[in-house]
Structures are given as structure tokens and as C-alpha cells.
């Protein structure tokens, strides 16, 4: 089965630096598309960055210059570094991804469980 698992979340203080990962795992013959979420307690979630297949990416204002998204296709992973961190970022992070997996014949879109990341003084 296809897995996404991201890692790297945890508390930080305003204006302080993280990182997270997400690693796609399972047979799967190509991913495109891949994406970070984000969901504060109580609010929808929301869209972050989106980044295709040849590294292409795409930010909300709200995060723009702030957070870069990569990917590294041989490890099957993306990133997202985080700086100037405030307390409005705190939320549950999600990684996505548009997939196919190797023994499908149809394009899925797959969700981690999420990490926590707060940012408090």
C-alpha cells in the first residue's frame, strides 16, 4: 500500500526555523504533483505550496518568501523549510500527493496523517 509520512513538525519559538519531510513509500510507478496542507485547531484546511514533478512551485501569499517547497524524486520525498516562524503558523502540516500507484489503473491522491507544529514563546 502507498504511504506519505511526514516528520519534522514540533514547538518553536516566533521567528525560529523548521523543516519537515514527506516520504512517499509503497509501489508506485510515478508521482506528480505534491503538496503541503496546512489545518489550524477548528479551521479548514488549507492549501500551502504545490510542487510538480520537474520542481515548478507554488505558494499562498500568506507564506510566500518565507517557506520553500522542494522535492528530491529519487528519495521519493519533499520538503518544506519554514523560517520566521509566528504564532499564526501553528497548525497540523499534511503532505499530498498525486500518484500512481503500480498496480492501478487510476491516478489516486494520497494524504499523510499529519505533523503538529506550534509555534510559541
Known amino acids: 500500500q502507498v504511504q506519505l509520512v511526514e516528520s519534522g513538525g514540533g514547538l518553536v519559538h516566533p521567528g525560529g526555523s523548521l523543516r519537515l519531510s514527506c516520504v512517499a513509500s509503497?509501489?508506485?510507478?510515478?508521482?506528480?504533483?505534491m503538496r503541503w496542507f496546512r489545518q489550524p485547531p477548528g479551521k479548514q484546511r488549507e492549501l500551502l505550496a504545490t510542487i510538480t514533478n520537474g520542481g515548478s512551485a507554488k505558494y499562498v501569499e500568506s507564506v510566500k518568501g518565507r517557506f520553500t517547497i522542494t522535492r528530491d524524486n529519487a528519495k521519493r520525498t519533499i520538503y518544506l523549510q519554514m523560517d520566521s516562524l509566528e504564532p499564526e503558523d501553528t497548525a497540523r502540516y499534511y503532505c499530498n500527493a498525486d500518484l500512481d500507484p503500480v498496480d492501478s489503473h487510476y491516478e489516486e491522491e494520497h494524504w499523510g496523517q499529519g505533523t503538529q507544529v506550534t509555534v510559541s514563546s
Open positions: 509503497g509501489n508506485i510507478l510515478n508521482i506528480y504533483d
